[in-house]
């Protein structure tokens, strides 16, 4: 019998890679724009026809190719970036695998003109479905242009296969973001059919974001900047206030490149965790820069999956980041880094656990007081003056106040047996109530200054214990009483084990917990001056509280154990009966690091002016 295995002609093999290389337009555009940029191009045009389909063109001033180079691009493996396997690992230009133009030559109709600045003649060559139709000499500026017509023209399975000229469109832009994000020093130019759809001068990074995104980014964005021997973070996050139940606008960048993984947005969305409601997700544009021996790009042919050396150094690097950034926006003076020695690169040995550094609460704060410095950061060259402090509120406090100072606000029923009046000054500048009410046993609506502001009771509460747990796990434990008879639990096996794990942290909450068997506990004490009702019960919710949201929310232990404790434990408040009660639990409120957030990430307060009403009864 005869062999039966032979060599596939280099076109059926290119279309093969051209599978894996161009799925859509926009794979396409992403390759020509790359190349652009590696070519040191000033300026890049990308002219788009019909979402893609019929042209997808590439325009450069970059440094062109000579006339053997023109015709050689086309052939799979043909590249100038690297030369060896060694070079892979140090990787600076965005291509290097040879086969962008090769699979696209394929499966289009291509025309390429390009000229090198010592050249006097420009090269024409035209390809389609790997055959080159014309090699010759023509007349272009300097640079290149490659010109991309009727993609899959000879397959026609994947052209049905795309989607709406709107979500082609879409795609493409988000690629061409994606470069031009890296790039604020290049600009380009965007056109569809016809119309110039986004034009973005070379300019700093803060400038590149808002010609992108809009001017309304301006002020939606705080800098992060962070720098080690080992690793670089820049960039800017978004005010958690911005964040969005939509992951839009994330933008992770690693060496230059264009980046998703979801260990290193853990690293960022979970510095926000207070600050933003849940399933709310912050926008962010974050570059880090590491020596490229310690990236591994080539993991998928996309090129999007990351796959880094050291990960948990990254990620620890960047969760202590992002925090940092954060600490320094909101501007609390006593806002307090402990500084890790684990973190510091010198310090590293290489498989050792990273335990990023925690913010420290300031019980002191008080957002109502006015913020005497502030604070300039620069990246990338714009200047930036951090606004006061993170906050979920629509609008902060003093504009709210300013707001609603005029405005006529429609009475309320208010239980005259309920409304009391209290002369006393309240001690720091926290919002003094005039009248109150309660409703369904949770809500408090409290008149200020002739305005109304609606409170979840619980929530507040929340917020007001789990952030003074948060002060007895850092700072000055809880005072135990000990009991005469201590009482005992039984729990469950695992439950045991968990509570043994966390019982110096019950203790500083003031729990003196005595592990009599895996399974058995005497408690020996409890917080001074507090009513605990059923212990047995309390243990086994905040465990199993504790369990599921180490599981699902991967929370650090303490601010874990603080919220299960403060979950527990808020209800057990003493229901609010005077107006005096009222301002302290303002007091309180407005003293929290985070007032208008529960540590379940619920809006604790509403405020409700005019407009509001007006719309309720619209
Ligand atoms: P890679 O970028 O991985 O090297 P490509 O197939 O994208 O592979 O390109 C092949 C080669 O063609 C590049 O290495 C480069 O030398 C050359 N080239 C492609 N596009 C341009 C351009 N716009 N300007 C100058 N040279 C280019
Ligand atoms: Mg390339």
């Not at 006015?370 to 604070?375: D, E, L, M, P, Y």
């Not at 009391?420 to 009410?437: R, S, T």
């Not at 434990?477 to 439950?495: C, D, G, H, N």
């Amino acid at each position: 019998m005869n062999d039966i295995i032979h060599l596939l002609p280099d076109a059926v093999a290119n279309q093969i890679a051209a599978g894996e290389v161009v799925q859509r337009p926009a794979s396409a555009v992403k390759e020509l724009l790359e190349n652009a940029v590696d070519a040191g191009a000033r300026h890049i045009q990308l002219i788009i026809k019909d979402a893609g389909r019929t042209l997808v063109q590439v325009v450069d001033d970059g440094k062109g190719m000579s006339f053997n180079d023109a015709r050689l691009c086309f052939e799979r493996h043909a590249t100038s970036k690297i030369s060896c396997a060694d070079d892979l690992f140090a990787i600076r230009t965005k291509g290097f695998r040879g086969e962008a133009l090769a699979s696209i030559a394929a499966i289009a109709q291509v025309e390429l003109k390009t000229r090198r600045p010592e050249d006097e003649t420009a090269t024409r060559v035209v390809i389609e479905g790997s055959e080159i139709k014309e090699h010759g000499i023509t007349v272009a500026p300097v640079g290149t242009s490659i010109a991309v017509n009727n993609l899959f023209f000879n397959v026609p399975a994947r052209r049905n296969f795309l989607k709406s000229d709107a979500t082609e469109f879409a795609n493409i832009e988000e690629e061409f973001n994606r470069v031009a994000l890296v790039h604020p020093d290049i600009a380009f130019t965007l056109y569809h059919n016809g119309k110039m759809v986004l034009q973005l001068a070379e300019g700093n990074l803060k400038q590149r974001i808002t010609g992108i995104f809009g001017t309304a980014f301006n002020d939606k964005l705080f800098p992060i900047q962070q720098e080690t021997d080992f690793m670089k973070i820049g960039g800017f996050l978004g005010k958690p206030e911005n964040a969005k139940k939509k992951r839009s606008e994330q933008y992770l960048f690693i060496n230059h490149r264009f980046v998703k993984s979801s260990s290193l947005n853990f690293a960022i969305e979970s510095a926000y965790t207070q600050l933003v409601p849940e399933g709310h997700h912050p926008p962010y544009f974050i570059y880090i820069e590491v020596n490229p021996a310690t990236v591994d790009v080539n993991i998928s042919p996309t090129k999007v999956e990351v796959k880094l050396q050291d990960d948990r150094l990254v990620f620890g690097f960047l969760n202590a980041a992002v925090k940092k950034a954060i600490g320094e926006f909101s501007l609390v003076p006593q806002l307090d880094f402990e500084y890790d020695k684990e973190l510091d690169p010198d310090n590293v040995p290489s498989g050792m656990p990273i335990k990023p550094p925690t913010v420290a609460l300031d019980p002191n704060y008080n957002p109502f007081r006015s913020v005497g410095s502030t604070h300039k950061v620069s990246f990338g060259g714009g200047g930036y003056s951090a606004p006061q402090r993170p906050s979920g509120m629509s609008q902060d406090w003093d504009s709210f106040l300013k707001d609603i100072k005029e405005t006529e606000v429609a009475p309320v029923p208010v239980q005259p047996t309920q409304m009391q009046i209290v002369d006393e000054e309240p001690a720091n500048d926290a919002p003094v109530a005039e009248a109150f009410m309660i409703i369904y046993k949770k809500y408090l609506w409290v008149k200020i200054n002739g305005n109304l502001l609606l409170i979840n009771i619980y929530r507040a509460y929340e917020r007001i214990i789990y952030e003074s747990y948060i002060t007895a796990l850092k700072e000055t434990p809880i005072v135990v009483q000990q009991s005469l008879f201590p009482e005992t639990v039984t729990l469950t096996a695992s439950q045991g084990e968990l509570l043994n794990e966390l019982k110096e942290d019950f203790l500083r909450l003031g729990y003196d917990i005595e592990p009599m068997s895996s399974t058995n506990f005497a408690i020996n004490g409890t917080p001074v001056n507090e009513e605990i009702g059923d212990i047995q019960e309390l243990i086994e919710s905040i465990l199993d509280d504790y369990k599921s949201n180490r599981m699902n929310r991967m929370m650090e232990t303490e601010k874990n154990i603080a919220l299960c404790m403060a979950r527990q434990r808020r209800s057990s408040v003493k229901p609010i009966a005077t107006l005096q009660e009222v301002n302290s639990l303002l007091q309180q409120l407005f003293g929290c690091l985070v007032p208008t957030l529960s540590p379940s990430g619920r809006k604790i307060f509403e405020t409700i002016g005019e407009s509001s009403l007006d719309n309720f009864l619209k």
